[in-house]
């Protein structure tokens, strides 16, 4: 079995290491808000989630907030502003945190746009992989890893699902990543399952989704589905897929 101590990762909030597979097996039996109130159990002031205020990430923030509502833990909701995102974006992160008592923490890079343009170039327009991977690092990994630490994250749970990338269709419920538990309550979820629970719900629909968008990051890099390109594959100039956030690292290769 594989523990906390063989991969030098955090223990819960007993300090107890965690027996990998069987909270898989455990976790994979539970719902995505069971799952959520699993990790908030087991890993208490160190389980946080991310979002991205993109096309689907008010099923998750709304899960959170529910559970922040029956439990009286307020979850840290941390929120990656790359500082390039469109402006419905940030209109969007607006309305969705008044509607759900979120307060987001805000992770940006040490560089400012104008900063890092200056130094690097406007790196997402020279079609190299090298440069994509250099602007994630700089304006997604880095700051989302310092928030991290700042916040003495151990457990955090992301909106990912397995249908929107190859990589992710092959990633488990709960995995090691740079140094920490990646919980993916959403995995299972298909673009139905989003749809029926944010109406349901009656949550609002992120602005560019009537303009065909499925999915949006920075506004450089996405664009709505053309009837060729759809999801996914509309990101970074079809350079990349995964930006990095979700990838173990070099500190996380092996797991």
């Not at 029956?70 to 209109?91: C, K």
């Not at 979120?102 to 560089?111: C, K, S, T």
């Not at 029926?196 to 009537?210: G, I, N, R, T, V």
Request: net charge negative; with cysteine; aromatic share 8%.
């Amino acid at each position: 079995m594989v523990t906390t101590q063989a991969l030098n990762l955090p223990t819960d909030r007993s300090g107890q290491p965690l027996v990998l597979e069987a909270a898989r097996r455990e976790l994979e039996g539970l719902g995505p808000q069971e799952q959520l109130g699993w990790a908030l159990d087991t890993f208490g002031d160190g389980f946080a989630i991310t979002t991205s205020f993109g096309i689907q990430s008010a099923v998750l923030l709304h899960m959170v907030s529910e559970l922040g509502r029956r439990t009286g833990s307020a979850v840290p909701v941390i929120w990656v502003d790359t500082g390039y995102l469109p402006p419905e974006t940030y209109q969007y992160a607006e309305q969705l945190s008044a509607l759900l008592g979120v307060e987001p923490h805000v992770a940006q890079a040490r560089l400012s746009p104008a900063r890092m343009e200056a130094l690097h170039g406007r790196l997402w327009e020279t079609g190299k992989v090298e440069h994509l991977e250099l602007y994630h690092r700089i304006r997604k990994v880095e700051p989302l890893d310092r928030a991290l630490r700042d916040l003495r994250v151990t457990c955090w749970a992301s909106g990912v699902r397995g249908s929107q990338t190859d990589h992710r269709r092959a990633m488990p419920v709960l995995e090691a990543v740079r140094d920490r538990w990646a919980l993916r309550p959403l995995l299972s979820w298909t673009n139905r399952d989003v749809y029926y629970y944010m109406d349901e719900h009656q949550l609002p629909q992120h602005p560019l989704f009537a303009q065909g968008y499925s999915t949006v990051g920075d506004w450089h890099s996405s664009g709505p589905d053309d009837g060729t390109l759809n999801g996914r594959a509309t990101r970074f100039g079809g350079l990349k897929q995964e930006c990095g956030i979700h990838l173990p690292g070099l500190m996380g290769e092996g797991i």
